[in-house]
């Protein structure tokens, strides 16, 4: 849960600086630069925080062992890591860049978080998973969260000042 949190944290620290620094710096160098930072992080989270102290080493195994599999195994291997590099960590930040600038991170934060909810939505119906109370509490939360920053002044990105958002 406390990883959930600091997690929280830094996505909302991340929407916060990408409306700063998305009117500054063009959108490419700044999704290579975040791309090429999340890699080193990474990692150095691989090479110092592993069980045995190999992570890198592990890793590089543990690829080579999944790649030896059957080649079946290796285009859905391929096709998740295409997926997750290109899609999730390069066209929608690009896409989140323009995006963000025009509606502010308040709202883009909706979309967001709105992560979780869509998900208990997607298994209720997919998985036949119930909602118990709490579940329905929180998605009633999310929702009215959503109406209070829907209905919130949208900043205009090309406002002249330092703080668009106030």
């Not at 119906?125 to 969260?145: C, T």
Request: hydrophobic fraction near 50%; charged fraction near 10%; charge should be negative.
């Amino acid at each position: 849960d406390a990883l959930c949190v600091l997690a929280a944290g830094f996505y909302a620290t991340y929407d916060l600086r990408l409306f700063e620094y998305g009117k500054k710096v063009p959108p490419l160098p700044l999704i290579k630069t975040k791309i090429g930072v999340q890699a080193l992080l990474s990692c150095l989270m691989l090479a110092f925080f592993s069980e045995n102290g190999g992570g890198l080493s592990e890793a590089s195994n543990y690829i080579h062992e999944l790649m030896s599999n059957s080649s079946s195994d290796a285009i859905l291997i391929g096709s998740a890591a295409l997926w997750s590099g290109l899609a999730v960590n390069a066209i929608a930040p690009f896409l989140q860049v323009g995006g963000q600038q025009t509606v502010g991170a308040a709202r883009a934060q909706i979309v967001y978080a709105s992560q979780p909810l869509c998900a208990a939505i997607l298994s209720f119906f997919a998985l036949h998973e119930r909602l118990e109370q709490n579940g329905l509490i929180g998605g009633f939360l999310f929702l009215s969260a959503i109406y209070l920053a829907a209905s919130a002044y949208s900043p205009d990105p090309d406002c002249g000042v330092d703080n668009c958002e106030v």
